[in-house]
């Protein structure tokens, strides 16, 4: 694990802590040219010899010549194709994100174009406390196919950070991120309920009394269920019904929700339980080992929009 020493250095100056993982993106970058070069050196010394076969007629070698090389080519075109449409190729892209106990070090890929980390190897540092939102998305381009994970994170001062899959184990590293970013934001957000205010996490607004969207508001007494399932953070009622959902890749802290729900579930439950285990609210009690759900859990729910 080889830590740059400039990042090192942003790292000692915000007291990150120590090194725990680096996440390069150039690795992946040097895989998808190596296999570029190899796929397109065989597609041009295949291209002659396929057309002097033909030529001179022997079709059982000139045909296999022609199909590969047509392959290798194609192999090659479909990586440049990857490389632009990921934005590889301009300085847009993170260049490596090194991750510490109390935060973490990006390295390009900002949208702040005057300096920072929107400079391609500029080096940004973030404090777990500095990041106010991570909204997680999850394509699934082909069906049983593998799921493309992209987290948004937005930090106090509004910048933007992008973690995209030409990360390695960008999953690894978004589930770390969102798992600091809730431990910080739940605590916060659950005095602020408690102490009779309305908290809003995306689109739902929670409170005492329920949680509300665009209008619609569902009591605590209604609410069987708040989750994250198939790119979609839901809250159903007893009924089975679905009255409050939204998009997870338009909801920021979608993961912090759903944790604040449980925890606002389980206190209700646990000072309305009667003698026959059911909540006063009217929802079942919530058992002493769901009363602390880790964020982690949520995130075993791929967030996937399939196109």
């Known amino acids: 694990m080889s830590f740059p020493r400039e990042v090192l250095e942003q790292a000692e100056a915000r ?9 390069d993106a150039r690795t992946g970058r040097r895989r998808a040219l190596a296999w570029m070069v190899l796929l397109g050196l065989a597609g ?3 291209v002659p010899a396929a057309v002097i076969y033909l030529a001179e007629g022997d079709l059982w070698l000139g045909i296999p010549a022609a199909i590969l090389a047509l392959a290798y080519l194609g192999g090659v075109a479909w990586i440049l194709w990857r490389a632009v449409s990921r934005g590889a190729l301009h300085g847009g892209r993170l260049t490596g994100v090194y991750l510490f106990s109390y935060g973490l070090v990006v390295v390009g890929g900002g949208d702040d174009p005057q300096g920072g980390a929107g400079r391609t190897g500029a080096y940004a540092a973030y404090r777990w406390d500095d990041l106010a939102a991570v909204t997680t998305s999850g394509v699934q381009r ?12 937005t930090a106090a001062d509004g910048r933007q950070i992008i973690l995209g899959d030409e990360l390695p184990a960008v999953r690894e590293l978004g589930e770390a991120v969102v798992a600091e970013v809730t431990a910080r934001i739940v605590p916060q957000a659950l005095s602020v309920v408690q102490a009779g205010d309305v908290v809003r996490l995306g689109p739902f607004a929670i409170s005492l009394e329920g949680i509300e969207k665009e209008g619609e508001r569902v009591a605590w007494p209604a609410v069987r269920e708040v989750g994250i399932d198939n ?15 939204s998009v997870a890749a338009r909801t920021p ?6 944790e604040l729900c449980h925890h606002l579930q389980a206190l209700q439950a646990a000072d309305g339980v009667s003698a026959s285990g059911v909540s006063a609210f009217g929802a079942p009690a919530v058992s002493g080992d769901e ?13 996937e929009d399939r196109h």
């Open 253 to 258: 802290n979608a993961v912090a929700f759903v």
């Open 15 to 23: 007291r990150l802590g120590d090194p725990v993982r680096a996440f």
């Open 44 to 46: 041009v010394w295949l």
């Open 291 to 303: 009363k602390s759900i880790p964020p982690s859990r949520h995130l075993s729910f791929p967030c």
């Open 231 to 245: 790119g979609i953070v839901f809250v159903r009622t007893l009924d089975g019904l679905l009255p409050l959902a």
């Open 142 to 153: 082909v069906a049983h196919g593998p799921t493309y994970w992209q987290f948004t994170i």
